[in-house]
């Protein structure tokens, strides 16, 4: 075997060590309220291995919905209907079901919360889902849609609240809806709506992709940290690494120091996403 073909293995049994056979992080995506359930339910197929969460406090909804779990909040508030377009009231349902909310989070490192703002449910709920993500150390992105401008009081509390979800989350990105308008009268409102749930998909493609890249380099970075201050690059792996020898690589490999780095400052925090404890 060639040197370099020797170098190669031994980085990827070191990789393997460290991300216990994991390169990718794992994501959750949950939609919060009528618009974010039906946004999340025509994913169905672009993500593989992805859960959907879909919360809302309409049972009736839910019902609808294809997402892989759902999740009716506030049952003893609304009795199953929806709030009324009152943020409050759909603020108390998510904190009442604080403990299934946080259910559909741990194990994960990055969430993507999805809802239509200037209603009730999705406007109240989707901050507090995300200071919960945030809790438990997640990355935690939000996708919100801004109802056209014609809708004048939706259009203003929409933008009234949309600073807190900026304020909880470590990205908020705003899809206007007035920018369906561009494509003109003769198109379709189902294929209008067609078009922003491609955007979106792409953008959870986009930065999960670029995510995964990060960790991988910041990895990567570490080994031949490692390697080069043993002097480990010309030493063949024949016989394996003991257990003592995993552990030392994986301890030096997940120190606080290596999150997070310049590169990558804008989608982790220090103590945050990836780190395999």
Partial sequence: MSLASERTRMENEIMSIIT?????????????????????????????????????????GLRFSEADRKVCIGKNITFQGDSGGYVEVAQKCAELAQDEIRSCLISKDVAFIIAGYGGGTGTGVAPMVAEMARGLGLVTFAICVLPFSAETSRRQMAEEHVQKLREVTQSTIELDNDALLRFGEDIKLGKAFGIMDSMIVNIIKDVTESMGREYMAVLADEILAYQNELGMAGIGLGTGIN???????????????????????????????????
Avoid: Y
């Fill in 20 to 60: 216990g056979g994991m390169s990718e992080p794992r994501i959750v995506i949950i939609g919060c309220g009528g618009a974010g359930n039906g946004i999340v339910s025509r994913m169905d197929g672009h993500f593989r291995g992805v859960p959907r969460i879909a919360i809302n406090t309409d049972m009736t």
């Fill in 243 to 277: 257990e003592a020898d995993q552990g030392m690589i994986a301890n030096a490999a997940m120190a606080p120091m290596a999150f997070p780095q310049p590169s990558d400052q804008n989608l982790v925090e220090a103590g945050g996403v990836f780190q395999r404890f």
